[in-house]
């Protein structure tokens, strides 16, 4: 299941394919010193997504409707996610998306293989 701006889709992430990334973006600050030391302009830690998504047998409607609404053409979408021993929420750019074309079976066309990349808006973390 994927929680995406309020919503749960009952889908299936394939295991093991959600890959989590770490990014910490510098300002137009950062640089070198005169004395060749590293100055630093640190704006956060943004935590990013990659994931795999297929349907679950019998539930292709739920997967047609995430498909849907991560092509949407809005600014970011609120995710929820696995992080740590929890989870983290927060507001995510989807900027492209693919999946692949399995034919049509019992009157059902299959898609699978729907590979999505979230990117945070905005750091999930700030330097303290």
Do not use: C
């Not at 066309?109 to 750091?123: A, D, E, I, N, S």
């Amino acid at each position: 299941m994927i929680t995406m701006d309020g919503a749960s889709f009952n889908v299936a992430v394939v295991f093991p394919s959600m890959k989590r990334s770490f990014n910490i973006p510098q300002g137009s600050a950062a640089g070198k010193s005169l004395a060749y030391s590293d100055i630093d302009d640190i704006f956060g830690t943004e935590y990013g997504y990659e994931m795999h998504v297929e349907p679950i047998p019998g539930q292709e409607a739920d997967y047609d409707s995430f498909f849907y609404a991560i092509s949407s053409p809005v600014g970011s979408h609120e995710i929820t996610v696995p992080f740590a021993q929890s989870t983290i929420t927060f507001n995510a750019k989807v900027t492209a998306g693919s999946d692949l074309f399995y034919g049509k079976l019992a009157g059902t066309q299959r898609w699978k293989g729907l590979t999505v990349v979230f990117t945070p808006v905005q750091p999930q973390r700030t330097p303290a």
